[in-house]
């Protein structure tokens, strides 16, 4: 069954500093990935996907993650923390083809001191 | 374009009673699916339909149920509710394309039932 690991449930890091927040998958074949941001009340924000093709892709917001298939990886990556980047991160994993749904990890919680 | 909206944003219910949400997606997008959201249990996927037909049920019990209408409004209903459905559901759609490849999938807002 596919499923999605973030190891972190929780992280604080300071305003400036590099971020990377991990995901790993367990998947029968190479899936797509997904990072969405959530603020508090509020739905999911699409960050990055990655379908094919170049395995580190840029999203909004300054973010990218890099595709490890060796390491069933899909890290999101920040050179430098804003305050604003204080929310929840969520990974996800979805088909290629056919009608699954995606499964969700259960997320990582970002915040951000001065 | 206009995003994902739900209505409504905030619901308060008694046990026992039953409640619909709503969901409009993205113009253009055929499938919406439903997720609960609880601190618990995390992002639990409810259901997906597609062109008005359900084409994915994840692990809840009868008492959730939904619809998909022509237009691709969907509306999702829970019946005798419990404390324990207290949660932000919360809808997404996308393209939907029956065969080959998926696309990614655009969430709203949510709606927060709180159930006392």
């Known amino acids: 069954a596919q499923s999605v690991t973030q190891p972190d449930i929780h992280i604080t890091v300071s305003e400036g500093a590099s971020l990377e927040l991990r995901c790993n998958y367990s998947?029968?074949?190479?899936?797509?990935l997904f990072w969405y941001v959530q603020s508090p009340g509020q739905g999911l924000q699409l960050l990055l996907k990655?379908?094919?093709?170049?395995?580190l892709v840029q999203g909004i917001k300054g973010f990218e993650a890099e595709f490890k298939r060796s390491q069933s990886s899909f890290n999101l990556r920040k050179p430098s923390v804003h305050w604003s980047d204080a929310a929840e991160y969520f990974c996800?994993?979805?088909?290629?083809?056919?009608?699954?749904?995606?499964?969700f990890g259960k997320g990582t919680r970002l915040s951000v001191i001065a | 374009k206009a995003g994902v909206t739900q209505t409504p944003r905030y619901l308060i219910k008694t046990r026992g009673q039953q409640v619909t949400l709503s969901c409009s997606p993205i113009?253009?997008?055929?499938?919406v699916s439903w997720y609960q959201q609880t601190p618990g249990q995390g992002l639990q996927f409810l259901f997906e339909?597609?062109?008005?037909?359900?084409?994915n049920k994840g692990n809840f019990p009868g008492r959730f149920s939904g619809r998909q209408f022509s237009n691709s409004r969907s509306e999702m209903n829970v019946s005798t509710l419990e404390l324990g459905d207290s949660a932000l559901y919360l809808c997404?759609?996308?393209?939907?394309?029956?065969?080959?490849?998926?696309?990614?999938?655009?969430f709203g807002q949510g709606t927060r039932l709180t159930v006392v």
């Open positions: 997404a759609s996308s393209l939907g394309r029956r065969e080959g490849n998926n696309t990614e999938a655009f």
């Open positions: 998947y029968g074949a190479t899936p797509y």
């Open positions: 990655y379908f094919s093709g170049d395995t």
């Open positions: 996800a994993v979805g088909a290629r083809a056919g009608n699954t749904p995606l499964v």
């Open positions: 113009s253009g997008h055929r499938s």
């Open positions: 339909y597609f062109s008005e037909t359900q084409r």
